[in-house]
Nanobody, 130 residues
Framework: QSPLVESGGGLVRPGGSLRLSCAASGFSLDYYAIGWFRQAAGKEREGVSCISSSGGRTNYADSVKGRFTIYKDAAKNEFYLEMNNLESEDTGVYYC???????????????????????WGQGTQVTVSS
């Protein structure tokens, strides 16, 4: 039983849009911080966007601010990453993650870090190319 399963990746042209989905099974996202991460070829996994369970704290990587939005559907126990105006540098494998207890303020301003999250999906490929 996979606790998190991503879907929605694919090939998109620069400037296009894509929505990734993450379905959670066996636990409620109401009590978890959630996030999206990506790993480009030859690079480490990096945080893209994370949000606390209450929605009171959000993190967006500088490279995606104004273009990507993280949100969830509590009734479906799923969350999403809406990606707009995609660029070639957005290409990579995207992973969804969840963590409880939530990162506290002691983690600092930037807490959307892979090492903070312990529950992962299998990844979905996003390729931005003309």
């Amino acid at each position: 039983q996979s606790p998190l399963v991503e879907s929605g990746g694919g090939l998109v042209r620069p400037g296009g849009s894509l929505r990734l989905s993450c379905a959670a099974s066996g636990f409620s996202l109401d009590y978890y911080a959630i996030g999206w991460f990506r790993q480009a070829a030859g690079k480490e996994r990096e945080g893209v966007s994370c949000i606390s369970s209450s929605g009171g704290r959000t993190n967006y990587a500088d490279s995606v601010k104004g273009r990507f939005t993280i949100y969830k559907d509590a009734a479906k126990n799923e969350f999403y990453l809406e990606m707009n105006n995609l660029e070639s540098e957005d290409t990579g494998v995207y992973y969804c993650g969840a963590e409880t207890p939530e990162p506290t303020p002691s983690y600092g301003d930037w807490w959307c870090r892979a090492e903070v999250f312990g529950t992962w999906g299998q990844g979905t490929q996003v390729t931005v190319s003309s």
